[in-house]
């Protein structure tokens, strides 16, 4: 399916051993995909990615958990936490196979989806955690041309259901998501519930800088 670690002589993540991962630092993940699959930011294939979020909780959600998304044409942004690095490889890999075989079987394809592994970046400060959240929930205005309008909230992201906006928000009715349970869970690190704050709420406004705090 492509999913997971493919082998690329082009690839831009090193295949290094990953580090150890500790359950009070939540991830920003990013994974890429090929020109193949077409761009990403279509109804049908979000909501193919949605129910691939879901699927990819299983029955132990306290071992991996999908936070916050957002999807590009040609990638993802991902918020996770995860019990242990074990957990955190294995519920982005799942992740990736669910995701990889429901585009596939969308588009009427077969064959890679993934044109990279997956990078993974531990978010370990109240800055660092904030940045991250305005970098994935706002991540269509980072690329000018899918920005929505001013105090509207992407609806390839989860944005709806973040509760840290600094003002009310607008989300599109067209997007109205028909499936009542959602693509993702509720955060229970204490960088991702309370810990961000200490930086401040979030505008929808905001275009966010791929630089990391410091």
């Known amino acids: 399916m492509g999913a997971g670690r493919p082998r690329s002589q082009h690839a831009r993540v090193p295949h290094a051993v990953r580090p150890q991962h ?29 129910a691939a979020f879901r699927a990819a909780h299983g029955e132990d959600e306290a071992q991996f958990r999908v936070v916050h998304f957002s999807i590009q044409n040609t990638h993802i942004h991902l918020i996770v936490e995860a019990g242990n690095r074990e957990r955190l490889s294995r519920g982005i890999t799942g992740l990736a196979v669910r995701l990889a075989r429901r585009l596939n079987r969308l588009v009427g394809r077969k064959g890679r989806v993934f044109s990279d592994r997956y990078h993974a970046r531990p978010l370990r400060t109240p800055s660092e955690a904030r940045h991250a959240l305005a ?29 840290g906006w600094d003002r009310p928000c ?16 509720p955060p229970t690190t204490w960088l991702l519930r309370v810990g961000w704050q200490r930086r401040g709420l979030i505008s929808p406004n905001e275009i966010p800088s791929a630089r990391r705090p410091e």
């Open 22 to 50: 500790v359950a009070r630092h939540p991830v920003h993940a990013t994974l890429r995909l090929t020109p193949e699959v077409g761009q990403l930011r279509t109804k049908q294939k979000l909501r193919e990615m949605k």
């Open 135 to 163: 970098y994935v929930l706002l991540n269509a205005r980072h690329h000018a041309r899918h920005a929505p309008p001013r105090g509207t909230i992407d609806p390839c992201s989860s944005g709806a259901l973040f509760d």
């Open 170 to 185: 607008r989300y599109p009715r067209s997007y109205r998501d028909e499936d009542p349970e959602a693509a993702t869970r």
